[in-house]
C-alpha cells in the first residue's frame, strides 16, 4: 500500500521504482519492517504520507518531493502526522 501510493515520478524526477522486488523496494522494506512491526505506525506512516501529498498537491510543490530512501531514513511522515491536530489548535488560540 506504501509502494503504491508514494509518487513514482515528479516532472523528470523518478523518486522511487516501479518494481515492488527491485534492490531499492527490498532496502526499504527491509529498513520500514521494524518500524510498522509496532501497533499504529503503519497508520501514522500512512497518514503523514497522504496529509505530505494533500498539501504538496494543493500548492503545486509536489516536485519537492523526496527521494523514497529520503523519505524512510528521515522519518519524513512525522513532520504531516499531527499537522491537522496543530492547525486546529493554532485557529482556536487565535480566535
Not at 504520507?49 to 531514513?73: A, G, H, P, V, W
Not at 528521515?74 to 489548535?89: P, V
Request: proline share 2%.
Amino acid at each position: 500500500e506504501f509502494w503504491g501510493t508514494y509518487p513514482l515520478k515528479v516532472g523528470n524526477r523518478v523518486l522511487r521504482s516501479k518494481d515492488t522486488d527491485s534492490k531499492e523496494a527490498l532496502e526499504i522494506r527491509k529498513k520500514l519492517l521494524p518500524y510498522i512491526k509496532k501497533s499504529g505506525n503503519f497508520a501514522k506512516l500512512m497518514k503523514g504520507l497522504n496529509k505530505e501529498l494533500e498539501i504538496r498537491k494543493k500548492d503545486n510543490s509536489l516536485t519537492f518531493m523526496q527521494m523514497i530512501s529520503t523519505y524512510i531514513n528521515n522519518f519524513t511522515w512525522e513532520r504531516y502526522y499531527n499537522l491537522e491536530q496543530e492547525e486546529a489548535i493554532e485557529k482556536t488560540e487565535s480566535i
